[in-house]
């Protein structure tokens, strides 16, 4: 049997546009994602299709607990916020203050302010930290500096419970990652996450190759 050819890059795009018609941003969203461009900060939160994507993981994990490395303006922390059950908790891992306090300021805006703790300061710190508290999570978003995306890995397979499910962000980094004449820090980096992600026997797991690359994993109990 032939396989159907892969669409073009156009036809991606248009896809995408096809189901973000179907799902459009609520105006909280939207909102957030303007504030977001005029404050100048980098126009890097998740994709719409992903936040809503995550909201629904983190509802069907039935996890009361969820961890974000990287805030920015609080887009994603109000999409995992929105999939946990009353009594749930986020905790934001943030390098960056005043992206910190947008977050907060956006999260409280959605309702979710009494939700959600801010560890402000290089994540790879603030998870020994929270290693060191004896903390475990029940899902996991990786979303800041990919240079250190392998060890946030490593980092949420030691905090995680048994079955949580680990979301990474960005794996083909706008064509990089595929890209031989790449090889910087962030795109080696990306690209063994992306063989830990795919071979490592402690995970179940598979990447989404919509907007720029999803990875879904479990970690088995
Ligand atoms: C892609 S943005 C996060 C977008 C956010 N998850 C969303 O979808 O709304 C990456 C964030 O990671 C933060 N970041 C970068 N390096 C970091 C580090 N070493 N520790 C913690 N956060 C870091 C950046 O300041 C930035 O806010």
Same mark, same amino acid.
């Given at each position: 049997m032939t396989q159907p050819s892969s669409p073009s890059p156009e036809e991606f795009a248009a896809q995408e546009r096809y189901s973000e018609e179907r799902y459009p941003e609520d105006g909280l969203l939207r909102s957030v994602r303007q504030a977001i461009a005029?404050?100048?900060?980098?126009?890097?939160?998740?994709?719409p299709g992903y936040g809503r994507l995550l909201t629904m993981l983190v509802r069907l994990s039935g996890?009361?607990?969820a961890l974000e490395i990287g805030a920015l303006g609080g887009y994603s922390g109000i999409c995992l916020a929105?999939?946990?059950?009353?009594?749930?908790?986020?905790?934001?891992?943030?390098?960056?203050?005043?992206?910190?306090?947008?977050?907060?300021?956006?999260?409280?805006? $959605?309702?979710? =302010?009494? @939700? &959600?703790?801010?560890?402000?300061?290089?994540?790879?710190e603030s998870l020994k930290q929270l290693e060191a508290e004896g903390r475990r999570f029940g899902f996991f978003f990786i979303d800041a500096d990919k240079e250190n995306y392998p060890d946030y890995l490593e980092a949420a397979i030691r905090l995680a419970e048994p079955g949580a499910v680990i979301a990474g962000d960005n794996l083909f980094l706008r064509g990089r990652t595929l890209n031989? $004449?790449?090889? =910087?820090? @962030? &795109?080696?980096?990306?690209?063994r996450f992306n063989e830990t992600i795919a071979g490592d026997p402690r995970l179940e797991s598979t990447i989404l190759p919509a907007y720029d690359g999803l990875a879904l994993a479990i970690v088995r109990g």
């Open positions: 005029e404050a100048g900060m980098p126009e890097v939160s998740v994709a996890t009361r607990q929105r999939g946990l059950p009353a009594g749930g908790r986020l905790t934001s891992l943030e390098l960056k203050p005043e992206y910190a306090a947008m977050a907060r300021t956006h999260l409280e805006a $959605a309702g979710f =302010g009494a @939700a &959600v703790d801010y560890r402000i300061g290089p994540a790879l031989p $004449a790449k090889n =910087g820090p @962030a &795109v080696q980096a990306m690209r």
